[in-house]
Structure formats: C-alpha cells, structure tokens
C-alpha cells in the first residue's frame, strides 16, 4: 500500500468507525482513555503535549472518549485547552481521579521526557488491573521498578530511536515497543489575532521573518519555579552561553546582512526572554538590531504556533517549537547539546538530519548559519523537506493508533 492510500484508509477507517464495546449491563459506550499528561506551563512545549495528543485522537480516533488527568494547566492553561476541546473532561482534585480510575478504561501516559508520571502509572496499574499504553516519551537509564511497569504495558511508544534501543538494552519487554513522535507534531491551537497584532507592532510581515530561540544548558528553573539555586548547573550555563549562542548570533547577522527577512527572538520557556536579550540581541551589531526584534513576554502555545505559521522558519536550541513548526509545515533547524536528553535524534529518525546540529562539535556548530539561510534562499525545497518529514510523522503515529484500537477492543466495558 503506498503512502497516500494508507492515509486515506487510515482517515476513512476512524471517520467511519462505529466499533461497539460490549457492557456489562447490556448497554454500550464509547470506551474512555484517560491521558496523564499536561506535565508544567512555563514552557511552551510542555504545554503542547497534551493538545497534540488530544487533537490526533480527535481527528482520528473519534470512538473514544477522552479524560484528561493533568499535573499543571494553570496560568491560562485550562482556558486554552477548554476552548479548543469543549466536551474535554479534566481530572482535578483526588474524588475526581478515584472517579477517572473506575469510569476509565485504558491510561496513556502522553509524551515526555521520561515516564514522567510513573507513580501515577504504578498506582493505575496496581489498583485497577486494567491496560495502559505510553505515547513517545524518551528514555534512559531507569530502574527496576520502572523497567517492570513498561514492560507491563500494552505498548510504548519512544520518540526517539535511541530511546527505543536503551529500551531494549535494559531488558524492557512490552509486547509493543516502537518509534512513536511526540504528541506535540499534532498541535492546532492558534490566537491570530494575538499574533497578528505583535506582528503589526513589530513591521513584522508574514513570510519574511526568521524565528530564533536561545537556550542555557540547564534551565534556570530557580528563576522561574522557585527552586532552590543550584550553583552547579549555573556555572554550567556560564561557562558555554558564549560558545552555544555565538552561532545563532553568526547566522542572525547573515541572515540580515545577506537577505531581506528580519529575525524574531522569542521564548520557548519563561526564562528565556532573558536569555535572549543577554546573549543574542544585546551583542549585536547596531545595524543588525535594526531588524531584529526581540520579544520581551512569554507567551502560549496558540499565541507561539500562530507566530511560528507566519513565518519562513525557526532555528535555535530548543525542541518542542521545531515540533509544532513542523507539524504546521514550517521548516525548523535544531540545536541539541550533552546536557540534553536524546530527544533531539528523533530529527533524524523523521528525516531532518541535515537540520540537526550538535552544539559540542565543531564541525556541526560552523554548519548552522549557512543552513540557516539556506531556509530562505532554497525555500522550495527546505518546504519539500518539511512536507516529507511531516508526512512520514503521519504515517507513524496512524499506524500506532492502531495499536490502541487494538487494545481497546479487548476491553470488556
């Protein structure tokens, strides 16, 4: 079956579908998949799991009812994500997760950095006996305990093919384990206006503007969570802020000198609007700062992903906007560093591996300003690139739904 006719089938297969889940009392409902996820608001990709998730199953999973069992949706989070999704319940407050664990028939913990939610897992696992599954997290070096509760789950599903393989090394053994993307390719939300009016604001015009996101190696979170300073991992940040931002520097002045797009600095968490300013607008030439702007909130999802739409690409050292451009068809380039996770591979595992960049190689780092401009001079073909990612992207996770169909349908309700 080629590429088109799978989707097709795979669209008109949950449009159409009209599975029936037998009762115990004679009656029938739609199953409920209660997702654990929604995992922190000050960052904006964070933020995006949970829609993403929640968007893909609704386009293409329609038969199921979906609980959301949150761990943060506050600072205006709820409120998006009620707009978008209206008939959404969400899980708040302990009466409402005892209810969840006995009305609800499968868990999927959604995407993330790890099993992030592992003792609220355990607890499904350990009090309902009913199935659960995991959509594309990353993972590394775990424990015992957590080795045997993936093991135990229907499917898990790892965003990047290097977590697939620690997987495997470190005995894990659930019946199902593929590369599965992040939830967050899926996001839809939009603000326009909210975005437009920045735009407008700022001589920003659609199509002629580069997006660029700056990133320490640890985040500051003792800044912007009210966690207890660590002195370590700031003197981590010191020491290499200079030789990570310096590249993004190199390729915003080419970007300005040598085409006629401007730059947007903007954040991908509530640090970063700082990091920004220090690092990237600050020690530019003041020809340069001319068509560079920086922005000096921290935004939403939808207000970020109506801005990202509008442009003609972003490049930085962040992950999850790249994820959502992505997803939207917006070419995006990724800086990754030691620091992080292996999340960063998955740009390889989708076919952006040209636009994947290690920053503690040279090699690599010099490569950044000629691809970014390459986003503006080879427009057409960075856009067939992102087109064949985002497609490949598609294909997989309809493919991994079916893994959950598959489970569902096994359920006695």
Same mark, same amino acid.
């Given at each position: 079956?080629?590429?088109?006719? @799978?989707?097709?089938? $795979?669209? %008109?297969?949950? $449009?159409?579908?009209?599975?029936?889940?037998?009762?115990?009392?004679?009656?029938?409902?739609?199953?409920?998949?209660?997702?654990?996820?929604?995992?922190?608001?000050?960052?904006?990709?964070?933020?995006?799991? %949970?829609?993403?998730?929640?968007?893909?199953?609704?386009?293409?999973?329609?038969?199921?009812?979906?609980?959301?069992?949150?761990?943060?949706?506050?600072?205006?989070?709820?409120?998006?994500?009620?707009?978008?999704?209206?008939?959404?319940?969400?899980?708040?407050?302990?009466?409402? !997760?005892?209810?969840?664990?006995?009305? &609800?028939?499968?868990?999927?913990?959604?995407?993330?950095?790890?099993?992030?939610?592992?003792? +609220?897992?355990?607890?499904?696992?350990?009090? %309902?006996?009913?199935? @659960?599954?995991?959509?594309?997290?990353?993972?590394?070096?775990?424990?015992?305990?957590?080795?045997?509760?993936?093991?135990?789950?229907?499917?898990?599903?790892?965003?990047?093919?290097?977590?697939?393989?620690?997987?495997?090394?470190?005995?894990?053994?659930?019946?199902?384990?593929?590369?599965?993307?992040?939830?967050?390719?899926?996001?839809?939300?939009?603000?326009?206006? #909210?975005?437009?009016?920045?735009? $407008?604001?700022?001589?920003?015009?659609?199509?002629?503007?580069? &997006?660029?996101?700056?990133?320490?190696?640890?985040?500051?979170?003792?800044?912007?969570?009210?966690?207890?300073? +660590?002195?370590?991992?700031? #003197?981590?940040?010191?020491?290499?802020?200079?030789?990570?931002?310096?590249?993004?520097? =190199?390729?915003?002045?080419?970007?300005?000198?040598?085409? #006629?797009?401007?730059?947007?600095? &903007?954040?991908?968490? $509530?640090?970063?609007?700082?990091?920004?300013?220090?690092?990237?607008?600050?020690?530019?030439?003041?020809?340069?700062?001319?068509?560079?702007?920086?922005?000096?909130?921290?935004?939403?999802?939808?207000?970020?992903?109506?801005?990202?739409?509008?442009?003609?690409?972003?490049?930085?050292?962040?992950?999850?906007?790249?994820?959502? &451009?992505?997803?939207?068809? !917006?070419?995006?380039?990724?800086?990754?560093?030691? =620091?992080? %996770?292996?999340?960063? @591979?998955?740009?390889? +595992? !989708?076919?952006?591996?040209?636009?994947?960049?290690?920053?503690?190689?040279?090699?690599?780092?010099?490569?950044?300003?000629?691809?970014?401009?390459?986003?503006?001079?080879?427009? =057409?073909? #960075?856009?067939?690139?992102?087109?064949?990612?985002?497609?490949?992207?598609?294909?997989?996770?309809?493919?991994?739904?079916?893994?959950?169909?598959?489970?569902?349908?096994?359920?006695? !309700?």
């Amino acid at each position: 079956m080629d590429r088109r006719t @799978f989707l097709q089938a $795979a669209v %008109t297969a949950a $449009a159409s579908s009209a599975s029936v889940w037998a009762h115990p009392g004679g009656t029938s409902r739609k199953p409920r998949v209660l997702l654990r996820s929604s995992w922190q608001t000050v960052n904006i990709g964070d933020i995006a799991h %949970t829609p993403g998730v929640l968007a893909l199953l609704e386009k293409s999973f329609p038969e199921a009812e979906v609980w959301l069992w949150p761990s943060d949706i506050r600072n205006g989070v709820e409120e998006l994500l009620r707009a978008r999704f209206p008939k959404l319940k969400i899980v708040q407050g302990q009466e409402a !997760i005892r209810e969840a664990l006995a009305e &609800c028939d499968f868990l999927l913990h959604g995407s993330g950095p790890s099993l992030v939610a592992q003792k +609220d897992v355990a607890r499904w696992h350990a009090e %309902t006996g009913k199935p @659960f599954g995991v959509w594309g997290i990353t993972l590394g070096e775990v424990a015992q305990s957590v080795r045997d509760l993936l093991s135990a789950a229907d499917f898990v599903f790892f965003r990047d093919t290097v977590s697939l393989a620690t997987a495997k090394q470190q005995g894990i053994a659930s019946p199902v384990m593929k590369f599965g993307p992040d939830g967050a390719f899926n996001v839809d939300l939009t603000n326009d206006e #909210a975005a437009e009016k920045f735009l $407008a604001e700022h001589e920003l015009v659609a199509g002629q503007f580069l &997006c660029c996101i700056p990133r320490l190696r640890y985040t500051p979170y003792w800044k912007i969570k009210g966690r207890e300073f +660590d002195a370590a991992k700031h #003197a981590r940040n010191e020491e290499l802020r200079e030789h990570d931002h310096a590249p993004l520097r =190199e390729a915003i002045v080419a970007v300005v000198r040598q085409t #006629a797009h401007k730059v947007l600095l &903007c954040p991908e968490d $509530a640090s970063q609007m700082e990091v920004g300013r220090q690092n990237l607008y600050d020690p530019l030439p003041e020809d340069v700062k001319e068509r560079v702007v920086w922005r000096e909130n921290y935004w939403l999802t939808d207000e970020a992903l109506s801005t990202y739409r509008r442009s003609a690409g972003l490049f930085g050292l962040e992950m999850h906007s790249p994820i959502m &451009c992505v997803g939207n068809g !917006i070419p995006a380039l990724v800086g990754r560093f030691a =620091e992080q %996770t292996s999340k960063g @591979f998955m740009w390889r +595992d !989708i076919g952006l591996g040209n636009w994947l960049f290690d920053l503690d190689i040279a090699k690599e780092r010099d490569a950044i300003q000629p691809a970014v401009l390459s986003l503006v001079r080879e427009r =057409e073909q #960075a856009l067939k690139q992102v087109e064949q990612a985002r497609s490949f992207v598609r294909e997989t996770q309809l493919r991994n739904l079916e893994t959950l169909r598959d489970s569902l349908s096994r359920i006695q !309700i």
